[in-house]
């Protein structure tokens, strides 16, 4: 978006690659990467797109190698609809646990349908009914739960991860890594994610794998 606009959009895609055989990534080369390093992919990626130092935040891991790469690792950003991921870890956890079932009602409605509508359709409502139930009511309550799920302490976090729904690259590939380590202890997180947007975003040019993701739209109307 021009930065005269006075409307910005951000669409801001969030996946895990699913069980990728690394020979099988290795003998498909791109000519956007190959005998680049991740810091020349990068800026030929912001050059093109015009992205600078303060208006974008991204981060990669691998799930075979265990390297990641980020690109303002620490910078909180306005995560949209991703923090629906890890909002639905805490919850599906407790299924896990056995403390609650997918037929448990929460405000009204069954766990299961809160997932599949937080995740795969992205419903805003569904989702603070979930928060809501995490927190007690208090959103830093909720804040504080989802705190050690992204690699922190509750007490000695930043005091911006307690506004709004910022995250920083680094928080959201840690949450990522313990979704697709300990995928058991969150169930039916990665199937909803699997179906969200089937067609769009990673999906949209990658039909080699599967891919389990979560995008997130934020409209800012302030003048730029």
Known sequence: AGMDCHKREILEPLCVLLSPAPAALAKDGDP?????????VVEDFNARLGIG??????????????????????????????????????????????????????????YRQLQEGSIIHSDNDFARVLWMYVGSGVYRSYRRVIAPLMGE??????????????????????????????????????????QAEPTEYFRRSENRYEIAHKHGFWEDATPH
């Not at 629906?84 to 009204?108: C, H, Q, R, W």
């Not at 202890?185 to 199937?191: A, D, L, S, T």
């Open 32 to 40: 956007r990467f190959d005998g680049k390093t991740w810091e020349e």
């Open 153 to 194: 302490d509750a007490d000695t976090v930043d005091p911006q991860f307690y506004v709004n729904n910022y995250f920083t690259p680094r928080q959201m590939i840690h949450c990522l890594n313990e979704l697709y380590t300990n995928a058991e202890r969150y169930p039916g997180v990665i199937e909803c994610m699997k």
């Open 53 to 110: 130092e303060r208006n974008a935040a991204y981060g990669y891991r691998n799930t075979v190698t265990g390297e990641e790469h980020f690109f303002n690792a620490d910078q909180y950003m306005v995560s949209a609809s991703m923090y629906k991921v890890p909002l639905n870890m805490i919850v599906a956890e407790k299924v896990y646990e056995g403390d609650i079932s997918f037929d448990t009602l929460i405000g009204g409605l069954s």
